[in-house]
């Protein structure tokens, strides 16, 4: 009997860690996060969701497909929207409830106030699983806008932070 209640105590303890499993080769995903931003006398305000999906190759790596919509509502005009659709490549590190991640992501963006153009970029970020297959996530994107190969690496200093905070599920 006090055989048993140490075995069941010492799996009682570790269920914690048993808890939250790695995503497996195969297994997906889907996010949705958004942002948003006003000036003082909320003239203007931009409203952006973001979504993805993806699938994990390995352990530690996956691709996927990444699509965020922006909706720009200024003083007298009607509201503007725009959108960027991106293919990407992550590497989580690590195996526990933190996974940071580094990437890669290339696509294109277009809308009613934008040119229409190609855009590409590292991108790093974090997953916290707060449940098994639950997770929040948050990242930054470094993106720049080309129009050809050779237009890349002349505009690669001229790009943007974008940052977004969301939540996800491994399926």
């Known amino acids: 009997m006090n055989r048993l209640f140490k075995t069941s105590l010492l799996v009682a303890a570790m269920l914690p860690a048993i808890a939250v499993a790695a995503p497996v080769a195969g297994d997906r995903e889907v996010t949705l996060g958004g942002?948003?931003?006003?000036?003082?006398?909320?003239?203007?305000?931009?409203?952006?969701?973001?979504?993805?999906?993806?699938?994990?190759?390995?352990?530690?790596?996956?691709?996927?497909?990444?699509?965020?919509?922006?909706?720009?509502?200024?003083?007298?005009?009607?509201?503007?929207?725009?959108?960027?659709?991106?293919?990407?490549?992550?590497?989580?590190?690590?195996?526990?409830?933190?996974?940071?991640?580094?990437?890669?992501?290339?696509?294109?963006?277009?809308?009613?106030?934008?040119?229409?153009?190609?855009?590409?970029?590292?991108?790093?970020?974090?997953?916290?699983?707060?449940?098994d297959k639950t997770f929040i996530t948050a990242m930054a994107e470094y993106q720049f806008l080309f129009k050809s190969g050779s237009d890349a690496r002349d505009r690669y200093d001229d790009g943007a932070f974008f940052y977004s905070v969301g939540i996800g599920y491994n399926y």
């Open 35 to 131: 942002a948003g931003s006003s000036d003082k006398d909320f003239d203007d305000t931009v409203l952006s969701v973001q979504g993805s999906w993806g699938t994990y190759l390995d352990e530690a790596s996956m691709w996927g497909v990444r699509q965020t919509v922006n909706a720009r509502d200024s003083e007298g005009e009607s509201v503007q929207f725009d959108g960027s659709t991106r293919v990407f490549y992550d590497y989580h590190f690590g195996s526990g409830n933190t996974r940071p991640f580094v990437g890669v992501s290339v696509g294109g963006i277009y809308g009613e106030e934008v040119d229409e153009t190609f855009m590409g970029g590292p991108e790093v970020g974090i997953k916290y699983w707060v449940q």
